[in-house]
């Protein structure tokens, strides 16, 4: 595999609170134009490591290399624009805003205004907001709500608000799209139309990472997939070969089944 081929590398990770070591030497790579999925039973340290690659943990150690270049994950406006965009388990909406205009938020990371053209409003400006709002709103079509472009934030609902959150991570203009299991708390119809969108968005070229609980979902939707246990790659491999993987097996239903 060459390095071209390569989206996300990410080599020795480790990371301790304290005592406690969350992350023992984890690493992976994402290949473009793929969806890759992190699995693992409660405690494994997905979280973690999502943090980490995503710039709220700082690691104690790591190599992190996004399509082709270094960068550093000390701090979440710095992956932003390294090209790093994702979404939480916990929905962080802006819930006072207007769908619309959470989208916009998330667009203003990859504008080029001054503070002084903004305080005086110039043509340069002007023109850069109409362009923020006309992308905000193809984003909310693409996603399937953009009739719902003037509800508050926090009255849409749950599948929709997960549906924002995606459209506002799209708005930086990602290289990796990173999802914190984007169909916790949603019902079955939902998980399904989830999925179709997911399906869709990296047909049109976006690499995805995501930890999601939901195994039928992950199998069905991810090329490649990590299983962490206690801090520790326990598995990498093609759906197939983590399914059939006997430590698998083992760490999430118990060594007697």
């Given at each position: 595999?060459?390095?071209?081929?390569?989206?996300?590398?990410?080599?020795?990770?480790?990371?301790?609170?304290?005592?406690?070591?969350?992350?023992?030497?984890?690493?992976?790579?994402?290949?473009?134009?793929?969806?890759?999925?992190?699995?693992?039973?409660?405690?494994?340290?997905?979280?973690?490591?999502?943090?980490?690659?995503?710039?709220?943990y700082?690691?104690?150690?790591?190599?992190?290399?996004?399509?082709?270049?270094?960068?550093?994950?000390?701090?979440?406006?710095?992956?932003?624009?390294?090209?790093?965009?994702?979404t939480?388990?916990?929905?962080?909406l802006?819930?006072?805003?207007?769908?619309?205009?959470?989208?916009?938020?998330?667009?203003?990371?990859?504008?080029?205004?001054?503070?002084?053209g903004?305080?005086?409003?110039?043509?340069?400006?002007?023109?850069?907001?109409?362009?923020?709002?006309?992308?905000a709103?193809?984003?909310?079509?693409?996603?399937?709500?953009?009739?719902?472009?003037d509800?508050?934030?926090?009255?849409?609902?749950?599948?929709?608000?997960?549906?924002?959150?995606?459209?506002?991570?799209l708005?930086?203009?990602?290289?990796?799209?990173?999802?914190?299991?984007?169909?916790?708390?949603?019902?079955?119809?939902?998980?399904?139309?989830?999925?179709?969108?997911?399906?869709?968005?990296?047909?049109?070229?976006?690499?995805?990472?995501?930890?999601?609980?939901?195994?039928?979902?992950?199998?069905?939707?991810?090329?490649?997939?990590?299983?962490?246990?206690?801090?520790?790659?326990?598995?990498?491999?093609?759906?197939?070969?983590?399914?059939?993987?006997?430590?698998?097996?083992?760490?999430?239903l118990?060594?007697?089944?």
């Open positions: 595999m060459t390095q071209e081929n390569i989206m996300l590398s990410v080599k020795g990770v480790n990371k301790s609170f304290g005592g406690l070591k969350a992350l023992a030497n984890v690493g992976i790579e994402v290949k473009k134009d793929t969806v890759y999925g992190l699995i693992g039973p409660n405690g494994a340290g997905k979280t973690t490591f999502f943090n980490v690659i995503t710039g709220l700082e690691p104690d150690s790591g190599e992190f290399v996004l399509n082709g270049a270094h960068y550093e994950p000390t701090a979440v406006h710095e992956v932003a624009k390294a090209g790093i965009a994702r939480f388990q916990n929905i962080r802006f819930g006072q805003m207007t769908a619309l205009e959470n989208v916009m938020v998330g667009r203003h990371v990859r504008t080029h205004g001054s503070v002084l903004s305080i005086f409003g110039t043509k340069a400006v002007r023109q850069e907001e109409a362009d923020i709002k006309a992308r709103m193809a984003l909310l079509e693409y996603v399937g709500i953009a009739q719902y472009h509800y508050v934030a926090r009255n849409l609902s749950y599948g929709h608000q997960r549906r924002l959150e995606i459209a506002r991570a708005a930086t203009d990602p290289k990796l799209l990173a999802l914190d299991e984007p169909a916790a708390g949603m019902n079955a119809t939902e998980k399904v139309e989830l999925t179709a969108l997911l399906r869709k968005i990296s047909a049109d070229g976006y690499t995805i990472l995501i930890i999601e609980h939901d195994v039928k979902l992950v199998m069905g939707l991810c090329d490649e997939l990590t299983v962490l246990d206690h801090g520790e790659i326990l598995a990498q491999g093609k759906p197939d070969e983590v399914r059939n993987n006997k430590a698998v097996i083992e760490a999430y118990g060594g007697g089944h």
